[in-house]
């Protein structure tokens, strides 16, 4: 049964002037019995209602979903209080507390329109707004914390390359790790033929699954490509680093079960040494992670059976039983042994945690023992299910410094620990618990539903519990086999996967999921409190998110294995899906308009946009263009679009928007810009937008004024002293004014 719903925009225009963005190639025409004609009728892929509000454009545009979604666009100094949002043709509304969306009950079910998120853009980085909705009757309004109205817009990823690797048989990308000239190292498994370079030490497939280790050069080139193994059932090579001099150091595995062991490369891929643990192997034995720190030493956490393994300086050289405990080694750089030692309880103690600093060894991952020894706790009680669990040893491994539980009643898997340049430490995974621990301001303190959501916790250098947050909506959400990454700028960056398609709260996003599990990539901000980025990576098939890593430059890059042959490529080594699970591997880059808005005056004759990047890495191309907000090309402005090209080492360039004067006494007008990707085809989405306003040149300008204050000393405490500041007319823009003693 079809079940209309009607929404109104109350107290809008109805006469608000519809604007086209995106116009593709595509034509309608309708023919209706009794009514003319109406023939080539133009396609947008985005359609804007300029000044719905005073100062307030609504955009709408379709997903991937072939839902129909719409944006409002609030320009400096306009008030979001006029937004009126009235619903038609429901059973019942309600505001659902717990999740803050509108939950619309028709007759045969329910429909949910998803909470307000909004942004601002500081000169921090992006703000996320506290928002949520007002019901009164049948209809919103929105409620707002605090904001500036004079903030910009948000910043956009962009793809600045990207590339299939692989053959026909699966290929599976495990670890990724950037050098200082912007190198990118991959580790990974492969079924089949995988592509290597000549000179490198296996180019034969040894049977069986078999590791690989690659290597693209900062512009996407593949440099160099080999496998590992020996001809076993299963090789691989389950993880990589990179020290401060430029050689690579790999988590390899022989055998099924595994033999794990350390692998260390030079810059140019000549293996310098192999060091492997002796154990006994068990189902879950093997080298999950690798580190290393600003003197070269090589760190693993290996998950470990027990009995055989030399223990050397060891915390603890005991295997305290269950399935398997955790082994933390340290290597030096040339391959010898500092310490090993055991870590974990009486349980099931999987170590998907390691990172270093000068002030420690972090590692842990997630465990079913209750018996792991606690010191500085921030829980030091297991909470049920599989438990987050990380404890920090020095760098002589002789001292647990702290050791604590994280979690809740539920299963909570850790895939990642990831530290900021300020000394915190992030650690991210998934969870199916409904009482995760977070924190009064995280972005999301409640579990959505479904199988898990991707879950992140921080903890400073001593272990104190600074926040969590989930992340998800009501499907599968996982950060599985997925890794994490802090920014320069502390944006810590989450790689994962969904299913939970309409329910995910994407943000900013470049594409939303398609009918199957999706890689997804989010951006918190350090005290996981803003989420300004959630988009899917959505091809035909099924994507899921492996490793990422941060550049120095700032650039992200970000890999996965998939199903698909239509993921985006760019400057691709290889531009086709070759078969089973492919590795798709992207560099990222943020870029967008340096300002939300630019005032100029009409008889300026020239507005100047400036557009920035976050990185100096390459050459990046972004295509701009005008569209008529309340000012009309020809008359009012002349058009403008092209490209812009940022030189390798160039952060901001800028274009021009001719402006064209007249003596016509008129309001202030506006013009729309827009940024687009050229070469992926993808929309920077609403917050690669920004506005000119044109301010009439037959108006003075308003001067600004301050008047003297004159205040009585006194003898005791202070008095201060209050000036006016004064504009001689309205300005119709927020006007700031900078201040200063002397």
Known sequence: REAPVRIRFEGGRADAPAVGASETSSRSHYYRRGSPKVEDVRQFERVRLTDLYPGIDIEFYGTDQRNLEYDFLVRPGADPAQIRIAFEGLADIRLDE????????????????????????????????????????????????DYDPSLGLLVDPVITWATYLGGAGNDQITGIAVDSLGAVWISGVTSGVFPTTPGAALVIDQAGNDGFVSKFDAAGSLVYSTYWGGGGSYDSASDIAVDPSGNVVVGVNSGDPAEPGVMKLSPTGTQQWLHVFTDTASQHSGTYRVATDSSGNVYAAIAAHGCCTAMVNSWDSTYNGGSDDGLLGK????????????????????????????????????????????????????????????????????????????????????????????????????SSSSDFPTHATAFDKTFAGGVSDIVAARLSSAGAFLGGTYVGGTGQDESYQSKAAVAPDGQLFVAGLTTSQTTFPFTDAMEAA??????????????????????????SGADYCGPMASDPAGDIVIGAQTQSADLPVVGAYDATHNGGLDVWLARLQLAGFEAATTAVGESAGTAVIEVTRNSTRGVLTLGYATSN??????????????????????????????????????PQETIHLSLSHPATGLSLGSTGQATVTIIDGSTPTPTVSLADATVTEGNVGTTGAVFRIGLSAPSGLPVTVNYATS
């Open 629 to 666: 907000g309340t000012a009309i090309a020809g008359s009012d402005y002349t058009s403008a679009s092209g490209n812009i090209v940022f030189a390798d080492g160039e952060t901001t360039k800028s274009f021009n928007v001719p402006i064209a004067p007249d003596s016509v006494v008129e």
């Open 98 to 145: 717990a999740t803050g969306d509108l939950v619309l009950r028709l007759e045969d079910g329910e429909l949910r329109h998803r909470r307000p998120t909004v942004f601002q853009e500081t000169q921090r980085g992006r703000v996320v707004v506290d928002a949520r909705y007002i019901l009164s009757g049948r209809e919103a309004t929105l409620d707002l914390g």
């Open 514 to 539: 398609g009918p199957t599990a999706e890689c997804v990539l989010l951006a918190l901000d350090k005290d996981l409190v803003k989420l300004s980025l959630a988009t899917a990576f959505a091809g």
């Open 331 to 430: 290597l030096s750089p040339s391959g010898a042994v500092l310490f090993t030692t055991y870590f974990g309880g009486g349980g099931w103690d999987v170590p998907y945690g390691l990172a270093v600093d000068d002030t420690g060894v972090y590692v842990g991952g997630h465990t079913t023992s209750s018996d792991i020894p606690m010191v500085a706790a921030y829980d030091s009680s297991h909470n049920g299910g599989l438990d987050f669990f990380v404890q920090k040893f020095d760098l002589a491994g002789q001292n647990l410094l702290f050791s604590t539980y994280v979690g809740g009643s539920g299963d909570d898997q850790v895939q990642k620990f990831a530290l900021s340049l300020t000394g915190d430490l992030y650690v991210v995974g998934y």
